[in-house]
């Protein structure tokens, strides 16, 4: 406990911050010096880098979350497996700057989304909602001999909220402002936003998952062309939207119609979901398949953005996921947004590639310093908490 107080005490601490996303692309890792706390709390970013995830390991993860095929084997294994793959590139990444492990202060890590049902259904009396991330932070913490906060959503769930998002408190924390609307919408496997009014108190944020964001579309880019994304949206930019299976998306897909709170993941836009609905669309090309399943990630952002938030007048939409990247999404935003300003997010060192490594530094900085960091306007968890697990080193 004494190595706690001694963090707590500590006017900028030394943190990193590591996730592997829903697309399981790579291993994301971010240094940063983080002061304060709450209202206080300012980030530093130092260094930022992405480790690509073996393909091997990478389709273990996707068909283990796969629902019916993962076994307790499976999930058991995994955990293990992607706590030594983060604790070994946190090393490689600390080592190649020469940064001893021994001055950093902690390290944030939300792990792997294996599986997310955050909707509440009875088993044997009990009324539960669930969560699953794997990658332990105990075994992080052991083989980096940082000290390490992980499994952030678990506290929110067990609260009744939906465990997500959480990048609501970062937004909040960081980028509101006294002179401007900001949407900020994160387009990663998933898409999410987070409404902040000009001078809104954390009371007011409104925040939720779109629906999809690059899953369906890196799952067809690998299926039609062995590509892991669609790099800039080249493929689909080559391709016309069929109205047709956009409609049959929408028929499939009551996720995004759905009121806010609300979170998603690979669980309900995995490629079971889109298999099933191109069995009908067999004969399509298959730049007009990805040219529509990237128009209908645009679509579903545009709709709850429309639905749900309903912004009054000008707006700031910045953008940041690997989604900030296509920029036939952003022109599909532009156009249905012509009067507000559409950006890519660059904002004091954090940018559209290292924020969701850097929002889990600051809720580990956050759960050790006693601060309570999940938004229940956003999660409907019916009281706040401190979210994350501490796992100490000698």
């Known amino acids: 406990m004494k190595k706690i107080t001694n963090i707590g005490g500590k006017k900028i601490k030394k943190a990193v911050g590591v996730l592997s996303g829903t697309s399981v692309d790579a291993v994301d890792i971010v240094l940063a010096g983080i002061s304060g706390t709450g209202k206080t709390l300012k980030v530093n970013v130092i260094d930022y880098a992405e480790y690509k995830i073996p393909p091997a390991i990478k389709n273990y993860v996707l068909e283990t979350s796969a629902a019916g095929k993962g076994t307790v084997d499976d999930i058991c294994r995994l955990n293990f497996l992607l706590g030594n793959l983060y604790a070994s590139n946190i090393n490689k990444f600390l080592s190649g700057r020469g940064i001893k492990n021994s001055s950093v202060d902690f390290i944030g890590s939300h792990g792997q989304t294996i599986h997310h049902l955050p ?46 998002p959480l990048v609501p408190y970062l937004d909040y924390a960081l980028f509101r402002s006294p002179k ?47 590509k892991s994304f669609d790099s800039y949206g080249l493929i689909a930019e080559s391709g016309k939207v069929s109205g047709e299976l956009v409609y049959a998306i929408t028929q499939k897909d009551n996720f995004f119609k759905s009121k806010p709170p609300k979170s998603t993941g690979r669980e309900l836009y995995g490629r079971e979901f889109v298999d099933k609905i191109l069995k009908k669309f067999s004969r399509m090309k298959k730049e007009d398949i990805i040219a529509t399943f990237t128009f209908y990630t645009a679509f579903t952002i545009i709709e709850n953005i429309r639905k749900f938030i309903r912004p009054r007048g000008r707006f700031e939409l910045l953008v940041s996921g690997g989604g900030s990247n296509n920029p036939v999404i952003l022109d599909y935003l532009r156009d249905e947004f012509p009067d507000s300003e559409v950006k890519v997010l660059d904002d004091n060192g954090i940018n559209s590639s290292n924020k969701e490594a850097v929002l889990f530094a600051v809720l580990a900085n956050e759960t050790l310093h006693g601060t309570f960091s999940n938004v229940t306007s956003v999660t409907g968890a019916n009281k706040n908490v401190l979210l994350g697990k501490i796992c100490l080193t000698k």
């Open 119 to 164: 909707a509440e259904g009875k088993k044997f009396g009990y009324s539960v909602k669930s969560t699953l991330q794997i990658g332990d932070p105990s075994v992080i913490a052991n083989k980096t001999g940082i000290l390490t906060v992980g499994d952030f959503r678990t506290a929110d769930v067990a609260a009744g909220g939906e465990g997500a």
């Open 180 to 226: 401007a609307d900001r949407i900020l919408l994160n387009i990663g496997g998933i898409s999410n936003v987070t409404y902040l009014r000009k001078n809104c108190s954390l009371k007011n944020v409104v925040a939720f998952d779109t629906g999809p964001g690059n899953m369906m579309i890196d799952y067809l880019a690998s299926k039609f062309y062995g």
